[in-house]
């Protein structure tokens, strides 16, 4: 099996494909597998990410931020910085991911090895304490313990895994 070789790092930005690479490419980087995919607006750096609600055929690789908890979570925007609507980005969609309280949400204490979900603020949650396990499948899964108060809790690495892998 060949590997395409990618020019730009995972953290590369930019409003055309040249050298990106073709949309839905996957990457793998340091335990990280990635895709480009296509950010149709502005995206918050860290942002949980669902496919685009006019992309279900994942013809373009639209992302956009998750609408709602019960949205198939895609991956997170790893990049460092917040992008410009019509950004091609590589979103990481599978592995380790320094979170910190802008995507975790005050949790009862999570011990490690704990399934998280995303709760109804749109944000990682304990899965026992999203409302709904229903509509909230398992994103990932802690790898430290977490604590349950947003300013205290750091920034933990948790394990994410989303519909792009």
Request: hydrophobic residues 40%; aromatic residues 8%.
């Amino acid at each position: 099996m060949s590997r395409k070789a990618f020019k730009g790092g995972v953290t590369d930005t930019s409003t055309t494909l040249s050298n990106m690479g073709e949309v839905g490419d996957k990457r793998f980087v340091g335990g990280k597998t990635y895709r480009l995919v296509y950010a149709a607006t502005t995206q918050a750096a860290k942002a949980l990410l669902a496919l685009d609600s006019t992309d279900a055929a994942m013809a373009s690789y639209t992302v956009q931020a998750m609408p709602a908890s019960s949205a198939p979570f895609w991956g997170i925007n790893d990049t460092g910085a917040t992008l410009a609507s019509g950004t091609y980005f590589w979103s990481l969609v599978e592995g380790p991911f320094v979170a910190d309280s802008t995507v975790i949400g005050n949790l009862s204490a999570v011990t490690t090895e704990k399934h998280l979900a995303i709760d109804s603020d749109i944000k990682i949650s304990l899965m026992g304490t999203v409302t709904s396990n229903a509509t909230s499948p398992v994103i990932g899964a802690s790898i430290a313990a977490i604590t349950s108060v947003d300013s205290t809790q750091g920034t933990p690495t948790i394990y994410i895994k989303g519909l792009g892998a």
